[in-house]
Structures are given as C-alpha cells and as structure tokens.
T-cell receptor, first 114, second 113 residues
Framework: DQQVKQNSPSLSVQEGRISILNCDYTNSMFDYFLWYKKYPAEGPTFLISISSIKDKNEDGRFTVFLNKSAKHLSLHIVPSQPGDSAVYFCAASMYGGSQGNLIFGKGTKLSVKP | DAGVIQSPRHEVTEMGQEVTLRCKPI?????LFWYRQTMMRGLELLIY????????DSGMPEDRFSAKMPNASFSTLKIQPSEPRDSAVYFC???????????FGDGTRLSIL
C-alpha cells in the first residue's frame, strides 16, 4: 500500500525544455514534502521542499507545486539541462517538518537529451 | 566538508554469515537514519536515531537486523544471519535535526549468495 506514488518510472525531455515530474500521495496527514535527486552509485541529494501551508516554492530552475485538495505535487525544472539526468524521488512526512519518518516514492528517471 | 561516509561500498557474502555495515554521519548532525533500497519496495526507512538514541525501529524487518549508535560519530547496522532476500543497497543519512533535510551517504551494495 504505497502512500507516495510516482506513476511515471521514466521521463525523457529535450535540453532547454521544461521537465515536469509528478507525485501523488494518499495520506492527508502529510504536511511536508521533499524532492531528492539521485545519480547512479551515489546517495540521494536533497533538492527542494515545501510545507503544506504553501502551494509553491521556487529555487533557481526548480519549482515545486503542491495541490493539497488533489493530494498532488509536481517538480518543474526550467530549463532542463543534461546534468539534470538522474532519478528523482518524492518524499513526504507528517510531523510538521520532522523528517524522522520520511515516506519515499519509487522514483522517476529523468533523461535530458542534448 | 566530508559528507556521510559508509563502509564498505560493496559486500558479497554467503547466506548465514554476519554482515556489519558502518556509517559515519556528518559532524554535528544529531539525527541518523538507515534506509534500504530494493527494486520491489523502493527506499524504506529501517530505523532512525536522535542524539544516539533509537527513536523508531518499526521499519526493521525482523530480529535478524539490529542497529547501534554507540556515539555521535558512528553507527552500525548488523544482519545476523544474512539471507539472500537481504540483498539490497543500504543507505545511511544524517541531518542536523529532525526538521532539516537528510544528507545521504553513497550506500553499501549488499549481495547475499
């Protein structure tokens, strides 16, 4: 019973275009969400987060949108670069930002083609 | 700055053997997490410590798994006896506190034959 779902295992985008990665969750108690990026043979790296009191958070080329009513969040990367090619994990927690119990999705592999 | 350091990077052993995975968190970080990643289940939290004390071990699959944090700069995850279904990548992560993003090590790829 997956509480955090990333339904697209892979995504291919042309360099310079927008990449949109999606994540759905089922538990309405989740109140903090994060995106991690992972390169092969490395550990996940924190990218960006959002609290449930917001609906958007932006950091450079990366923007996360949260739609609480739809229990959906998305990560937008604009413009996409070949170095963005990696696996992206969505994660959620339900303790006001305390991340002791992060629940991860299974990831989406993004390929950005030059 | 040194990140989270895990050892070994790869471990291949026969079933029934004891396996010990090691983790050195980032200096000054008070929270430490052990995860397991498999194709079937993705990335799952096994246990986490706060100030060296285990807070939640509900993700530990069974009694064959144990974790310790004897001091702020070292933690171990032990599997005894190991089984082929334990084959996975095991990650250790640390954070300044439970409200801060976690920093992951590069993982230990464990293969049990």
């Amino acid at each position: 019973d997956q509480q955090v779902k990333q339904n697209s295992p892979s995504l291919s985008v042309q360099e310079g275009r927008i990449s949109i990665l999606n994540c759905d969750y089922t538990n309405s108690m989740f109140d903090y969400f994060l995106w991690y990026k992972k390169y092969p043979a490395e550990g996940p790296t924190f990218l960006i987060s959002i609290s449930s009191i917001k609906d958007k958070n932006e950091d450079g080329r990366f923007t996360v949108f949260l739609n609480k009513s739809a229990k959906h969040l998305s990560l937008h990367i604009v413009p996409s670069q070949p170095g963005d090619s990696a696996v992206y994990f969505c994660a959620a927690s339900m303790y006001g930002g305390s991340q002791g119990n992060l629940i991860f999705g299974k990831g989406t592999k993004l390929s950005v083609k030059p | 700055d040194a990140g989270v350091i895990q050892s070994p990077r790869h471990e291949v052993t026969e079933m029934g053997q004891e396996v010990t995975l090691r983790c050195k968190p980032i200096s000054g970080h008070n929270s430490l997490f052990w995860y397991r990643q498999t194709m079937m289940r993705g990335l799952e939290l096994l246990i986490y410590f706060n100030n060296n004390v285990p807070i939640d071990d509900s993700g530990m699959p069974e009694d064959r798994f144990s974790a310790k944090m004897p001091n702020a700069s070292f933690s171990t995850l032990k599997i005894q006896p190991s089984e082929p279904r334990d084959s996975a990548v095991y990650f250790c992560a640390s954070s300044l506190n439970r409200a801060q993003p976690q920093h992951f090590g590069d993982g230990t790829r464990l293969s049990i034959l």
